[in-house]
């Protein structure tokens, strides 16, 4: 079997097994998010932190709930690594220097869970269990939480209630979460992944050296990484790492985990609304975009020139020869399509079109599928766009699930739709302009920008992944990035629950004949060009610049 038929043949299966839960699960997260019963441990919750899961709230004290459980969460994950040196567990590593605990706190509240370490070699197993592995639940919980209110928005009418943010907290840990984390990492354990609290062993003795490895809870926290879209490694070679990816069974199962919860939360959103096509709609766009992408990777990974190419069957250079060029060109780009930045093989070798690729999927607002929940609303806020621009051509008031599109709905989604290209353009400028900075690239030309260019689209999109050869460690680039990664969640969040609570208080519009109908093909192709046209030319002039004036000098 060609390296081609197999990369295709593990593309099919990947759609059938998506194709196999997206009906049951998508059911299920419906169910609980419309659900009045709280279980007994969920009360336990609410009782502890004092909230009552019965009081609907408002768009604003949403919000609150949000950026205060967060804030939270920063400052307790910052105070955890500080204080690593001291703790049981610490496997000997020192307490992280400020900059690199702030880095990561904002990382893993923000659901980028970018790395400027090696885990291994600076995490103990209390930070990594009782810190990242917690954030990884919560986090995404979040995310899901918030794409459930804005679906509540276009659901409900002359009401501004969205929900009650710390019941979709819980439920949305304890009900899909974990089980869903409990059955995967028992399929990696079956797999060969380690799941353990060992402390650090010698392995090898050789004339340069001694090489150790430490164990950890390797498995759990790798299932919640990719079922999160979190994407943090418990070492540094991230799912390369044999102990975290064992076999290509494993990497396939990774993909899966990283795509189910985004694609299957549209026939959730079809659920919550009355209408199971518009959620096929959504999913239609989304799953075009996806197969587009990994067709295009593969090309470009299979397609190079020259005798190296030739023998290797294709760019082989920084992949697993355990998964080949199909199972690592389907691993990143869901990694990058989604906001879970985890990666099997390393980006930053890819060929100049196969790194463009990948920084794309993330520039697009990582929506195809997307980021657990956040991939969901960034979809919605690009259809509100969609159908805005429908109505301008015929000359019609846009609408969009029985709601007006007014102008106070179109500020607020060309708010969200400008804040990541913002932060993304206006960091990396400063970073080139500055001295400093590009003293961390190891690469210069094109390549050296597309490591900083990178570097910031994955925080400010809250991906995560890198492209390896730019040197993160530094003050500059852990403060800068933090600050990217958290304006990147939160500014968005926050037009988006706006808008939630706008769409909620009108009243339906009857559906007439000048409707446009946005459960047809015709509208999902208007969103398809509608994202590749208003967010992915934002970024062309620095795209030519990175990656497509490599790939055109090859």
């Keep these: 079997m060609s390296p081609q038929t197999a990369g295709v043949l593990q593309l099919l299966a990947l759609i059938a097994a998506l194709a196999l839960v997206y009906r049951p699960l998508g059911d299920h997260m419906a169910r609980v998010y419309s659900s009045e019963r709280h279980y007994r441990p969920e009360k336990w919750v609410y009782r502890a932190i004092g909230a009552d899961p019965g009081t609907e709230?408002?768009?604003?004290?949403?919000?609150?709930?949000?950026?205060?459980?967060?804030?939270?969460?920063?400052l307790f994950l910052?105070?955890?690594?500080?204080?690593?040196?001291?703790?049981?567990?610490?496997?000997?590593?020192?307490?992280?220097?400020?900059?690199?605990?702030?880095?990561?706190?904002?990382?893993?509240?923000?659901?980028?869970?970018?790395?400027?370490?090696?885990?291994?070699?600076?995490?103990?197993?209390?930070?990594?269990?009782?810190?990242?592995?917690?954030?990884?639940?919560?986090?995404?919980?979040?995310?899901?939480?918030?794409?459930?209110?804005?679906?509540?928005?276009?659901?409900?009418?002359?009401?501004?209630?969205?929900?009650?943010?710390?019941?979709?907290?819980?439920?949305?840990?304890?009900?899909?979460?974990?089980?869903?984390?409990?059955?995967?990492?028992?399929?990696?354990?079956?797999?060969?992944?380690?799941?353990?609290?060992?402390?650090?062993?010698?392995?090898?003795?050789?004339?340069?050296?001694?090489?150790?490895?430490?164990?950890?809870?390797?498995?759990?926290?790798?299932?919640?990484?990719?079922?999160?879209?979190?994407?943090?490694?418990?070492?540094?070679?991230?799912?390369?790492h044999p102990f975290e990816n064992p076999t290509p069974f494993s990497n396939l199962f990774e993909i899966f985990l990283v795509l189910v919860i985004p694609f299957a939360l549209t026939r959730t959103f079809g659920r919550m609304v009355g209408s199971i096509r518009q959620g096929h709609a959504i999913l239609a766009t989304m799953a075009v975009i996806w197969i587009g992408f990994t067709a295009l990777m593969m090309w470009t990974e299979f397609a190079g020139n020259g005798p190296a190419f030739e023998i290797a069957g294709g760019a082989m250079e920084g992949k697993e020869t355990r998964f080949g060029i199909g199972g690592s060109s389907l691993?990143?780009?869901?990694?990058?399509?989604?906001?879970?930045?985890?990666?099997?093989?390393?980006?930053?070798?890819?060929?100049?079109?196969?790194?463009?690729?990948?920084?794309?999927?993330?520039?697009?607002?990582?929506?195809?599928?997307?980021?657990?929940?956040?991939?969901?609303?960034?979809?919605?806020?690009?259809?509100?766009?969609?159908?805005?621009?429908?109505?301008?051509?015929?000359?019609?008031?846009?609408?969009?699930?029985?709601?007006?599109?007014?102008?106070?709905?179109?500020?607020?989604?060309?708010?969200y739709i400008l804040v990541t290209p913002a932060l993304v353009l206006c960091f990396t400028a400063a970073a080139m302009a500055l001295p400093t900075p590009a003293n961390s690239m190891t690469n210069t030309g094109a390549h050296g920008f597309s490591e900083i260019l990178y570097a910031y689209t994955s925080g400010a999109n809250n991906n995560g992944s890198a492209f390896a050869g730019l040197n993160a460690d530094t003050p500059w680039f852990n403060t800068t990035i933090g600050t990217a990664m958290l304006l990147g969640r939160f500014l968005p969040m926050v037009f988006v629950l706006a808008l939630a609570g706008s769409l909620a208080e009108q009243r339906p519009v009857p559906e007439t004949a000048g409707t446009l109908r946005t459960d047809k093909p015709l509208y999902a192709g208007l969103l398809v060009g509608t994202i590749l046209i208003v967010t992915g030319l934002t970024y062309f002039p620095a795209l030519a610049l990175g990656p497509l004036a490599e790939g055109l000098a090859s």
């Design 78 to 240: 910052y105070g955890l690594q500080r204080l690593q040196g001291v703790l049981p567990g610490s496997l000997g590593f020192s307490s992280i220097d400020p900059d690199q605990a702030f880095n990561t706190a904002a990382s893993f509240v923000a659901n980028t869970n970018w790395q400027s370490y090696a885990g291994e070699q600076a995490m103990g197993h209390v930070v990594q269990t009782g810190g990242l592995a917690v954030q990884n639940f919560v986090s995404a919980a979040v995310g899901m939480a918030v794409a459930v209110a804005l679906v509540r928005g276009f659901a409900r009418s002359h009401t501004g209630e969205l929900g009650n943010f710390w019941a979709d907290l819980v439920r949305g840990v304890f009900r899909i979460l974990l089980p869903l984390s409990v059955i995967g990492a028992i399929v990696l354990v079956a797999c060969g992944a380690i799941q353990n609290f060992s402390g650090i062993h010698e392995v090898g003795r050789f004339a340069g050296g001694t090489q150790q490895w430490n164990g950890g809870a390797v498995a759990s926290q790798e299932v919640i990484k990719e079922l999160g879209t979190n994407g943090g490694g418990y070492f540094n070679a991230n799912s390369a």
């Design 331 to 415: 691993f990143a780009v869901a990694t990058t399509l989604t906001s879970t930045g985890a990666v099997n093989s390393f980006h930053s070798s890819y060929t100049g079109f196969g790194g463009g690729i990948a920084m794309l999927g993330m520039q697009l607002g990582e929506i195809a599928p997307g980021g657990v929940g956040s991939g969901l609303y960034g979809m919605l806020i690009m259809a509100v766009i969609a159908v805005f621009i429908a109505g301008l051509m015929v000359g019609r008031t846009p609408e969009y699930l029985g709601k007006k599109i007014g102008t106070r709905e179109i500020k607020f989604a060309a708010c």
């Design 57 to 74: 709230m408002r768009w604003p004290a949403y919000l609150r709930g949000v950026l205060a459980f967060s804030a939270a969460g920063v």
